[in-house]
C-alpha cells in the first residue's frame, strides 16, 4: 500500500521492499562478516611477517 | 603525508622507511585507516540514499566498488610510474622491486575493475562487452601491463630486467593514461564523463553519494598500499635468504 504510493511516486524502481522490512541489514551483515574474517587474516599476515623479519634479524 | 614521485633523497617516504633495521612499512595508523574506510564504504555503500535513476536503479552503488578499484589500480601505477623513474635515475634495486610490486597489485584491482564492470554492464547496457571505448581502452592498459610482467619473467640477468622493464613501465603508463583517460574523452563513451566531459561535473554524484565515494577510494588504494606492502616484505625476506644460502656454502668450505 505505502510501498506501491512510493513506486508510483518514483519512477525509477528501487529495493524499497528490502529497506522497509529490514532485509538489507542481512546483506550489509553478511558482507562485513566477510571483511572482518578477511582483514583479521590480512592482520595475521602482517603480525606473522613482522616475526619473520625479527627472527631473520637475530639469526 | 606521502609523495607519490619520490625525491631521490626521500624515496622510501611512501611507506615511511624504518631506519633502525631498514625495512620499508606502511604506517599502522594508515592500516586502521585502510579498515575503517573500507568498513565505512561496504556499510555506507549498502545503506546510503542513492538518487533514483531509470536503467541504473540500485546498481549506482556499483559506484562504491567497481569505480573506486580502478581508482585504486591507477593510483598504484602511478606510484610504480614513480618507482620506476626512480630506479632509472638512482639505480637503487629497491626501488625497481617497488616498481614491479606496484605493478601486480594495481593488475589485481584493475582485473576486479574490468570483471565487476563486465557484470555490471551485462545488466545495465545489456551486454558483458561494448564496444565502448573505455572499455577496450582499459583491456588495452591491462594487457600492456601484462606485457610487463612478462616482460620482466622473460630476462634473467637482473640489472639489464630492472632497466628496460623500468623503460617499458614509462611506456606502459603513458599507454594506460591515453587509453583510459584520454581516447574515450575524444568519441563518446557509455562512461559518465567522456565524450569530451570532464570527468566529475557530468557524473550523477549528489552529495550523498560523495560523502561515500571519497572515503571508499581512499580506502580501497590505502587497502593497495598495505598489500603490495606486504609483497614487498615477503620478497626482501625472499632475497635475504636466497642471499644467505648463496653465500653458506662458502662459509662452510672455510671451516
Keep these: ?59 | 603525508m606521502w609523495s607519490v614521485f619520490p625525491s631521490r633523497s626521500s624515496c622510501f617516504h611512501t611507506f615511511g622507511a624504518n631506519k633502525k633495521n631498514g625495512t620499508l612499512k606502511l604506517p599502522f595508523a594508515l592500516k586502521i585507516a585502510s579498515i575503517i574506510l573500507v568498513f565505512f564504504a561496504l556499510i555506507a555503500g549498502f545503506l546510503v540514499d542513492v538518487p533514483r535513476l531509470d536503467i541504473l536503479n540500485e546498481t549506482i552503488r556499483n559506484l562504491f566498488f567497481h569505480v573506486t578499484s580502478w581508482f585504486a589500480m591507477v593510483f598504484l601505477f602511478i606510484a610504480s610510474f614513480g618507482y620506476s623513474i626512480h630506479y632509472l635515475n638512482t639505480g637503487n634495486a629497491k626501488s625497481d622491486l617497488l616498481a614491479k610490486i606496484f605493478v601486480q597489485t594495481g593488475m589485481v584491482f584493475g582485473v576486479a575493475g574490468l570483471s565487476t564492470g563486465m557484470l555490471w554492464a551485462q545488466y545495465t547496457w545489456g551486454s558483458y562487452w561494448v564496444p565502448d571505448p573505455k572499455l577496450n581502452g582499459a583491456a588495452v592498459a591491462l594487457l600492456a601491463y601484462l606485457a610487463y610482467v612478462v616482460l620482466r619473467n622473460s630476462m634473467t640477468d637482473e640489472l639489464a630486467r630492472a632497466k628496460v622493464s623500468a623503460v617499458y613501465n614509462i611506456f606502459a603508463f603513458v599507454m594506460m593514461v591515453i587509453f583510459i583517460f584520454i581516447l574515450p574523452r575524444m568519441t563518446s563513451s557509455l562512461h559518465p564523463g567522456n565524450g569530451g566531459n570532464p570527468a566529475f561535473s557530468s557524473y550523477d554524484l549528489d552529495n550523498s553519494m560523495r560523502i561515500v565515494f571519497y572515503p571508499a577510494t581512499i580506502g580501497w588504494i590505502l587497502l593497495g598500499l598495505w598489500i603490495s606492502e606486504l609483497k614487498y616484505r615477503i620478497e626482501t625476506l625472499h632475497k635475504k635468504d636466497e642471499e644467505f644460502s648463496n653465500a653458506s656454502p662458502i662459509h662452510l668450505d672455510g671451516d
Design chain 1, 1 to 59: 500500500m505505502a510501498i506501491s504510493q512510493i513506486a508510483k511516486a518514483q519512477p525509477a524502481e528501487m529495493a524499497d521492499t528490502m529497506r522497509s522490512n529490514g532485509k538489507i541489514y542481512v546483506v550489509v551483515g553478511v558482507v562485513t562478516l566477510i571483511f572482518v574474517v578477511l582483514f583479521t587474516y590480512l592482520m595475521l599476515l602482517d603480525r606473522r611477517l613482522s616475526a619473520l623479519e625479527k627472527n631473520d634479524k637475530t639469526s
